[in-house]
């Protein structure tokens, strides 16, 4: 099987910085694009931002400017540097991976439990 673990989550002011990191370990024979998401009360889970193996980005408009993801590959770890954060930022953020297993040469989409991402003052 395969396991992604999210921490860092927790609360911060307005305009305030949080860093979050996601490593995935178990059965894994490659990884291929990581992300993060996320998911407001009431709302949709949306795409917040995703990186290949090779470090090409997908930023969403709205933290555009703010997040920054990266990740390492010999660790299998992404990371996620919020800067800026203000309220509409407050979600439970959870970390995604697309994993090609030892056994098995399907890729399949794995998913972080979430971490609470609080914006207040």
């Known amino acids: 099987q395969v396991q992604l673990v999210e921490s860092g989550g927790g609360l911060v002011q307005p305009g305030g910085s949080l860093g979050l990191s996601c490593g995935a370990s178990?059965?894994?024979?490659?990884?291929?694009?990581m992300g993060w998401y996320r998911q407001a009360p009431g709302k949709q889970r949306e795409l917040v931002a995703t990186i290949t193996g090779g470090g090409s980005t997908v930023i969403a408009d709205s933290v555009k400017g703010r997040f920054t993801i990266s990740r390492d590959n010999a660790k299998n770890t992404v990371y996620l540097q919020m800067n800026s954060l203000n309220p509409e930022d407050a979600a439970v953020y959870y970390c995604?991976?697309?994993?090609?297993?030892?056994?098995?040469?399907?890729?399949?989409?794995?998913w972080g439990q979430g971490t609470q991402v609080t914006v207040s003052s």
């Open positions: 178990g059965s894994i024979r490659s990884i291929g694009i």
């Open positions: 995604n991976a697309d994993v090609r297993r030892w056994y098995d040469s399907t890729w399949y989409p794995y």
